[in-house]
């Protein structure tokens, strides 16, 4: 966990070598992964719950989030840092995709500072109409995989996710919320 923590403080905004401001959006995607059998075997109860969704965090607002409650869902995780040009850059697209597609549930994952600096992008970007984790320690950006801001994680409501590295426009985070809603 230390050597997550390490590499996350030292991230720069993404590590494409582009500009932060100009150029075509730069998007790794990742082979969707799926759930673990075993893990959708272990308890009935549990029975539909991805293991990635497996995990509790806080909201910027201090209230309790349980990620298994996004189960079934299509999911766009938005990892992002106070700090970041990148993320200050897409957080408009973010917002409007968020209140256009109501049916597709947004987190913002906010990491790499203070809950203070988070808050206070969070006003400035007026980003608060979706659902913003504080992960100070970096556990759901491990939990997900990813090891850079801007990042966004696509979850299909079967589990399976893509991911894509920022900044992404509207054009791009349209297309790809389209393919969550095809599933």
Do not use: I, Y
């Amino acid at each position: 966990m230390a050597a997550v923590a390490a590499a996350l403080s030292l991230a720069a905004c993404g590590t494409s070598g582009e500009a932060d401001g100009g150029g075509a959006p730069s998007q790794a995607s990742v082979a969707p992964t799926t759930p673990s059998p075993a893990s959708e075997a272990a308890a009935p109860s549990e029975a539909n719950v991805p293991d990635v969704l497996r995990f509790s965090a806080t909201t910027l607002d201090g209230q309790k989030f349980d990620g298994a409650s996004l189960a079934g869902k299509p999911v766009v995780f938005w990892f992002w840092a106070p700090w970041c040009p990148k993320c200050q850059s897409e957080a408009p697209a973010v917002k409007a995709a968020a209140k256009k597609h109501a049916d597709v549930a947004f987190v913002g994952v906010a990491g790499l500072d203070s809950p203070a600096a988070m808050k206070d992008f969070v006003r400035r970007t007026g980003t608060g109409g979706f659902v913003q984790l504080s992960d100070e320690k970096g556990a759901v950006w491990t939990r997900l995989e990813v090891s850079q801001q801007s990042t966004f994680v696509f979850m299909k409501p079967d589990g399976s996710t893509t991911k894509a590295s920022g900044p992404l426009g509207s054009e791009d985070l349209e297309r790809h919320v389209a393919d969550l809603r095809a599933a």
